[in-house]
C-alpha cells in the first residue's frame, strides 16, 4: 500500500515527443511537489501544490506544466522533450501545520531518458 | 533566496570512526529534515527537527540543531558499511522544502 506513487518509473522517449508523469499520494496531504534529481544527485524542486493551487513554480521551462485534478494528484506534464530533461523525477507529499509542512514523503521516481 | 549549503560532498571512511556531517542554511526556520538514498532508491526520511537545541538519535545516527546559528549536523558513530549512502539534509521554508546538494558517505570495510 503505496504512500506516494508515479507510473512509470522509467521512460525513454525521442527529443520533441510530450509525455506525462502521474503522482498519486493516499496520506491525505496538503502539498505535493515535484523536484528533479540531475546525474550530480542534486535535488531541484519545481513545483508545489497546495490544495489544487500552484503556490511555487520555481525557475523551470514553461514546457513543464503541473496538473492537479484533485487533492491527492499531481500530475507532470512536459513538452517538446530535451535531451536535457533527462534526470529522475520525484514526487513528494507533506501535510500543512502550523508553522509550515510537514517532512516530505517521496514516491519511488520516475527516471526519464530523452534519445 | 534560501540556500542549504551541505558538507563535506563526499565522505570516504572507515567502518568503526566517527564522522559529522554539516548543514548550513541561509534563512530562518525551525524546519530542517534529514533524508537518506540510497543508489538508485528513492529518498527516506530519517530525522525531522523542529525547534532549536533539538537532539534526535537512531541507531549509530544523530541529528542536532540550531536555529540560532542555522546549523544542522548528522553525526555517525562507529560507522558500519551499511549506512554507505547519499544523505541529504532539507530546510523547510513557507511551503518550500529545499535540499542540499547531498552528502555522499562511503564507508571502507
Known amino acids: 500500500d503505496t504512500a506516494v506513487s508515479q507510473t512509470p518509473k522509467y521512460l525513454v522517449t525521442q527529443m520533441g515527443n510530450d509525455k506525462s508523469i502521474k503522482c498519486e499520494q493516499n496520506?491525505?496531504?496538503?502539498?505535493m511537489y515535484w523536484y528533479k534529481q540531475d546525474s550530480k544527485k542534486f535535488l531541484k524542486i519545481m513545483f508545489s501544490y497546495n490544495n489544487k493551487e500552484l503556490i511555487i513554480n520555481e525557475t523551470v521551462p514553461n514546457r513543464f506544466s503541473p496538473k492537479s485534478p484533485d487533492k491527492a494528484h499531481l500530475n507532470l506534464h512536459i513538452n517538446s522533450l530535451e535531451l536535457g530533461d533527462s534526470a529522475v523525477y520525484f514526487c513528494a507529499s507533506s501535510q500543512d501545520e502550523t508553522g509550515g509542512a510537514t517532512e516530505a514523503f517521496f514516491g519511488q521516481g520516475t527516471r526519464l531518458t530523452v534519445v | 533566496e534560501l540556500k542549504v549549503e551541505q558538507n563535506p560532498l563526499f565522505l570516504s571512511m572507515q567502518e568503526g570512526k566517527n564522522y559529522t556531517i554539516y548543514c548550513n542554511y541561509s534563512?530562518?526556520?525551525?524546519?530542517l529534515y534529514w533524508y537518506r538514498q540510497d543508489p538508485g532508491k528513492s529518498l527516506e526520511s530519517l530525522f525531522v527537527l523542529l525547534s532549536n537545541g533539538a537532539v534526535k538519535q537512531e541507531g549509530r545516527l544523530m541529528a542536532s540543531l540550531d536555529t540560532k546559528a542555522r546549523l544542522s549536523t548528522l553525526h555517525i558513530t562507529a560507522a558500519v558499511h551499511d549506512l554507505s549512502a547519499t544523505y541529504f539534509c532539507?530546510?523547510?521554508?513557507?511551503?518550500?522544502?529545499?535540499f542540499g546538494k547531498g552528502t555522499r558517505l562511503h564507508i571502507l570495510p
Open positions: 496520506l491525505g496531504h496538503d502539498t
Open positions: 534563512t530562518t526556520s525551525d524546519r
Open positions: 532539507a530546510v523547510g521554508v513557507d511551503d518550500k522544502i529545499i
